[in-house]
């Protein structure tokens, strides 16, 4: 059985239960499409809590939709899967590291929270974003969803350019959100002589926030290449920017404002 939840626009969201037959996938094919056709791009929520799988006709147009999609799934952004079993999270975990969006698995006591990031609107921004700074050689980036090759090309082609025109640079990566890197970005022969130029020409490097297990990344790293490299928590990036001995100037005065706030705590 089908059921088409209530959600924002650009956010398409079903609950699956028991066994799903064609007629009801044909719906949520219909309300797929139907989104697609007022917007450029959406997200998906999936609730599988109770999902019992799919009949032998339900399945044979799931092969169909995704092969007759596959040239189109950069008009998706998000895909939440909710369930309390193991295989969605091993399905998402897999997907995730081919697709072209993000996907991420959720347990079910944490729906609406899985709600929330499928229809988040900063996921309609590109992954990675500049942050323009006071001094002429340090640069900054945020990092918050799935690395593309147009973000590659735009930030990462920007920052390789100036690492190619100074003696030594100094960086600060913000990490809201590791949504991982798109397969095309893997292949970009620019992204080995990227990485070279990082471990001769940068002066200090910052990573602010992110997963749990990247200060331990941090220090390996700061032992293998001898890089003078630093991790802060996301509420200390004030002091990551002093230790830079620079400042952000962001479009918007609210980083400002956070990172005031965090400076006096």
Known sequence: MLEILQAPDQL???????KVTGVDYDQLIAEVEERLRRHARIAVFVDLTSFRGLTRNAFAKDIEYLKSKWSDLNRFVRLAIVS????????????????????????????DRAL???????????ALQLIRTSRPDTYGYVWNGKITRTDFEHVLGTLQVELESH????????????????????????????????VRKIERYALVGGPRWLPQ?????????GMDI???????????????E??????????????SASHTN
């Open 116 to 126: 929330s990031w499928a229809g988040d609107p900063r996921a309609e921004e590109p």
């Open 230 to 244: 630093r991790h802060f928590p996301l509420d200390r990036e004030s002091d990551a920017w002093d230790w830079l």
């Open 167 to 198: 003696i030594s640079v100094r960086v600060l990566g913000r990490i809201e959100h590791m949504g991982g890197v798109e397969p095309a970005v893997l292949l970009q022969s620019s992204l080995m002589r990227m990485k070279l130029l990082g």
């Open 84 to 111: 309390d079993k193991r295989w969605p999270g091993v399905l998402a975990h897999l997907a995730g590291i081919w697709l072209p969006f993000e996907v991420m698995s959720f347990r079910g006591g944490e729906r």
């Open 12 to 18: 398409a969201a079903f609950r699956l239960t028991g």
């Open 246 to 259: 620079a400042r952000p100037r962001y479009e918007s005065d609210s980083f400002e404002r956070t990172l």
């Open 217 to 225: 990344s941090v220090a390996f790293a700061h032992r293998i290449t």
